[in-house]
T-cell receptor, first 113, second 114 residues
Framework: RKEVEQDPGPFNVPEGATVAFNCTYS??????FFWYRQDCRKEPKLLMS???SGNEDGRFTAQLNRASQYISLLIRDSKLSDSATYLC??????????????FGRGTSLIVHP | NAGVTQTPKFRVLKTGQSMTLLCAQD?????MYWYRQDPGMGLRLIHY???????AKGEVPDGYNVSRLKKQNFLLGLESAAPSQTSVYFC?????????????FGQGTRLTVV
């Protein structure tokens, strides 16, 4: 089982829709959580960190449920420019004592007119 | 701001050839990583470094070697390339390993082994 699991999609939604992505992680020692965005044939870039209390950045809302080892990303009022792959990232602590980013496979979002 | 720079951007190798991918960062970051990305597999960690002169194995280290002789550079070597190493390779760096640190990525190297 992969340490960070995501539904690969694609999620195909019209402009203006609300869409939610989920991610589960298996390592309970994981300490910090992020959503990255990756455009086609480009490098991943940080979208937002995910905090235990939940956090919002404009149209984007991230939630963390440590008890269920579950992370979510909600996008409201989808734009064409939101079309991308969204990567769930967990910084876990391996035996060496350093936090290492571990990536899910990504969820593909396609927003159409 | 250059950030993280990877060289080369594209390369085609024949099976059995060797090559070195160079990653350079100008942000004075301690941590550096090499990932490979294959369709449907996401990013998988090959090797990483927590500081100058240190390296460690990641999830898929076989067939690769790395060196971090200078803090700003992290080299990934393929001694004898195989078609299974056809992939997109991303280098990344982060300031620390304290958990909340964001990883900054290079633009990637597209490698094809024929």
């Amino acid at each position: 089982r992969k340490e960070v699991e995501q539904d690969p999609g694609p999620f195909n939604v019209p402009e203006g829709a609300t869409v939610a992505f989920n991610c589960t992680y298996s390592n309970s020692a994981s300490q910090s959580f992020f959503w990255y965005r990756q455009d086609c044939r480009k490098e991943p870039k940080l979208l937002m960190s995910v905090y235990s209390s939940g956090n919002e950045d404009g149209r984007f809302t991230a939630q963390l449920n440590r008890a269920s080892q579950y992370i979510s990303l909600l996008i409201r009022d989808s734009k064409l420019s939101d079309s991308a792959t969204y990567l769930c990232v967990v910084n876990k602590l391996p035996s060496g004592g350093s936090y290492i980013p571990t990536f899910g496979r990504g969820t593909s979002l396609i927003v159409h007119p | 701001n250059a950030g993280v720079t990877q060289t080369p951007k594209f390369r085609v190798l024949k099976t059995g050839q060797s090559m070195t991918l160079l990653c350079a960062q100008d942000m004075n970051h301690e941590y550096m990583y090499w990932y490979r990305q294959d369709p449907g597999m996401g990013l998988r960690l090959i090797h990483y470094s927590v500081g100058e002169g240190t390296t460690a194995k990641g999830e898929v280290p076989d067939g690769y070697n790395v060196s971090r002789l200078k803090k700003q550079n992290f080299l990934l070597g393929l001694e004898s390339a195989a078609p299974s190493q056809t992939s997109v390779y991303f280098c990344a760096s982060s300031p620390t390993g304290t958990g909340q640190a964001e990883a900054f990525f290079g633009q990637g190297t597209r490698l094809t082994v024929v």
